[in-house]
């Protein structure tokens, strides 16, 4: 097992859901933490929280990662201390809406393409030059059972996650002869803010997805993220697909 105690961990859509939780068990081991996320509130105080609990460097800062230029902005001018990333979790990530396509809202869409491909590929591409000047890296992406799989209403959701999963083999293979590694965690249902985003605040709607079973928790997902970051140098766990006992895929879900 790798030893994580004062290395950096950047970790994106930390305010909640998976990024929250990493963000815990990577604290845990001894990590120090680069956290970002759209609410300023929300992760400055998990900052806070971090730092008094398991007495850690916390850096926690805004982003909204669909503007590249505060992207860039922002990591181009992080102190030098925090420039050594030896871990990145492209976590933030969200879905809106579950339409047909012919019934799609424009905005939803948007929202959905510019987060979960655009700014994606807007921090790595900031974050990857610093891994290969430090020698050293891993990116580890949030993908999902809807990139392997297409569900009814699901298109361009699962479209965005599709293009995760592309993106995350073309990485691999782009920094092969480096020593970068890249990996992907698809979880299946599990139960955060994802469907609360989805259906924009409709919390009995977002209840019903889980009713009946036993969804993945965030805990869950962060466990086998900090397993993909913590094996040997020499071993790369390229792809992980995490599903509640209960889901045998996108549409097959026994419930009580």
Same mark, same amino acid.
């Given at each position: ?74 990591i181009s001018s992080l102190p030098k201390e925090w420039k050594k990333i030896d871990v ?9 809406? @579950?339409? &047909?396509?012919?019934?799609?809202? $424009?905005? !939803? ?5 510019? /987060?979960?491909?655009? #700014? %994606? ?45 592309? @993106?995350? &083999?073309?990485?691999?293979?782009? $920094?092969? !002869? ?5 990996? /992907?965690?698809?979880? #299946? %249902? ?67």
């Open positions: 097992m790798k030893n994580l105690k004062n290395k950096v961990v950047f970790i994106t859509g930390a305010s909640s859901g998976f990024g929250k939780a990493c963000a815990e068990q990577f604290a845990a081991l001894g990590a120090n933490l680069l956290i970002c996320a759209r609410r300023a509130d929300k992760i400055e105080k998990l900052a806070f929280e971090l730092h008094n609990k398991f007495k850690i460097k916390v850096f926690a800062f805004q982003l909204d990662i669909r503007n590249q230029e505060d992207v860039d902005d922002i990145l979790v492209n976590n933030a990530g969200l879905s809106r809406g @579950l339409n &047909k396509i012919q019934d799609g809202v $424009l905005l !939803d869409w948007e929202e959905m393409i510019d /987060t979960n491909v655009r #700014g %994606l590929l807007y921090v790595s591409r900031a974050v990857i030059p610093l891994m290969l000047k430090n020698k050293r890296g891993h990116i580890i992406n949030i993908g999902s059972i809807a990139g392997q799989e297409v569900y009814p209403a699901g298109n361009v959701y699962c479209a965005t996650k599709h293009a995760v999963d592309a @993106l995350t &083999k073309g990485m691999r293979i782009d $920094l092969n !002869d480096t020593p970068i590694k890249v990996s /992907t965690v698809d979880p #299946g %249902l599990a139960e955060t803010e994802f469907s609360l985003v989805r259906f924009r605040g409709d919390k009995s709607r977002a209840k019903s997805v889980y009713t009946g079973l036993k969804p993945l928790s965030a805990g869950d997902v962060a466990e086998t993220v900090v397993f993909t970051a913590t094996r040997s140098e020499h071993i790369n766990v390229a792809q992980v697909l995490l599903l509640p006992k209960c889901q045998a895929n996108t549409t097959l879900v026994k419930r009580n």
